[in-house]
Nanobody
Framework: QVQLVESGGGLVQPGGSLRLSCAAS????????MGWYRQAPGKPRELVASITTTGGYTNYAESVKGRFTITRDNAKNTVYLQMNSLKPDDTAVYYC?????????WGQGTQVTVSS
């Protein structure tokens, strides 16, 4: 089992920045990919960014390229999402996801609201 705890969400003005953190615990040695997803009201959940635990290969949604950066600290079993130049369209609940060869795990989500 893997437990994921997100933090760092909140209210920010357009153009501002936030950094989300996702700390994994439990059977973390089996994790191969960690990522951030988001879900806005009335919309499906979508991938924001992901990173492999080996090699650090990243993948980003087109809508966040150049603004968001995903990084990892394997020693702390933590993944970060640095979000810059935030827009109102980035408003959503952000979820952390961890994947191993058998299954995946989700955090409880953290709200990000971009509004003036």
């Amino acid at each position: 089992q893997v437990q994921l705890v997100e933090s760092g969400g909140g209210l920010v003005q357009p153009g501002g920045s936030l950094r989300l953190s996702c700390a994994a615990s439990g059977s973390t040695v089996s994790i191969t990919i960690m990522g951030w997803y988001r879900q806005a009201p009335g919309k499906p959940r979508e991938l924001v960014a992901s990173i492999t635990t080996t090699g650090g290969y990243t993948n980003y949604a087109e809508s966040v390229k150049g603004r968001f950066t995903i990084t990892r600290d394997n020693a702390k079993n933590t993944v970060y999402l640095q979000m810059n130049s935030l827009k109102p369209d980035d408003t959503a609940v952000y979820y952390c996801r961890a994947e191993n060869p058998r299954t995946d795990y989700w955090g409880q989500g953290t709200q990000v609201t971009v509004s003036s």
